[in-house]
């Protein structure tokens, strides 16, 4: 299975801070990586597909982008309603894995 | 705008078998990989199976699932109803999870609201 690897695991921020999310696959994935939010108690929301795509509807101040087996999500001003956690997800090779998560918190 | 709805039980016992299944709406059920995927209770996310409605012979789908649930886990689907379905047998307290339904394209861009699995005595 290929290991996603996150950090950090969490991080406080304030609002209008730029905010980086890393993410590491254990091997070559090329661009085969998706990007999701997740807010208590509810499902997750893709944000990013193929590393650097942003979703239909996702606000532009969320970008990603990729170097060899290391991602990136940038979050570039912290809003109040991105507090949440954040997850990586490889769709390069079954079984499809995802990152443990970063959490985002209010400093 | 495709929405998906699923239900099943929400308490078992373990040795039992945790049945679910969701409805796609508003949506084609062809043309797309439908899937299963849980959550332990504050823990990350686990892929735990798909059926392939991609190809354009969908009276043969094809399945695909996570090896380290592969012999308890079964993804069925009824496309005639829009549903597909997630059995998984001889649950124990480490199957209680939330488990949600999507839909696979360039990610899962589609979610079902999640149902809460709880394994107990």
């Known amino acids: 299975d290929i290991q996603m690897t996150q950090s950090p695991s969490s991080l406080s921020a304030s609002v209008g801070d730029r905010v980086t999310i890393t993410c590491r696959a254990s091997?070559?994935?090329?661009?085969?990586l998706n990007w999701y939010q997740q807010k208590p108690g509810k499902a997750p929301q893709l944000l990013i597909y193929?590393?650097?795509y942003l979703q239909s509807g996702v606000p532009s101040r969320f970008s990603g982008s990729a170097f060899r087996t290391d991602f990136t999500l940038t979050i570039s001003s912290l809003q109040p309603e991105d507090f949440a956690t954040y997850y990586c997800?490889?769709?390069?090779?079954?079984?499809?894995?995802f990152g443990q998560g970063t959490k985002v918190e209010i400093k | 705008q495709v929405q998906l709805q699923q239900w099943g039980a929400g308490l078992l016992k373990p040795s039992e078998t945790l049945s679910l299944t969701c409805s796609v709406y508003?949506?084609?059920?062809?043309?797309?990989?439908w899937s299963w995927i849980r959550q332990a209770p504050g823990k990350g996310l686990e892929w735990i199976g798909e059926?392939?409605?991609?190809?354009?012979?969908?009276?043969?789908?094809?399945?695909n699932y996570n090896p380290s649930l592969k012999t308890r886990v079964t993804i069925s689907a009824d496309a005639s109803k829009s549903q597909f379905s997630l059995n998984l047998t001889s649950v124990t307290a480490a199957d209680s999870a939330v488990y949600y339904c999507?839909?696979?394209?360039?990610?899962?861009?589609?979610w079902g609201q999640g149902t809460l699995v709880t394994v107990s005595s």
């Open positions: 999507a839909r696979r394209g360039s990610g899962w861009h589609t």
């Open positions: 508003d949506g084609s059920f062809s043309g797309y990989f």
């Open positions: 059926i392939d409605h991609s190809s354009s012979t969908n009276n043969n789908p094809s399945f």
């Open positions: 091997q070559m994935i090329m661009t085969y």
């Open positions: 193929a590393a650097s």
């Open positions: 997800q490889q769709s390069y090779s079954s079984p499809w894995t």
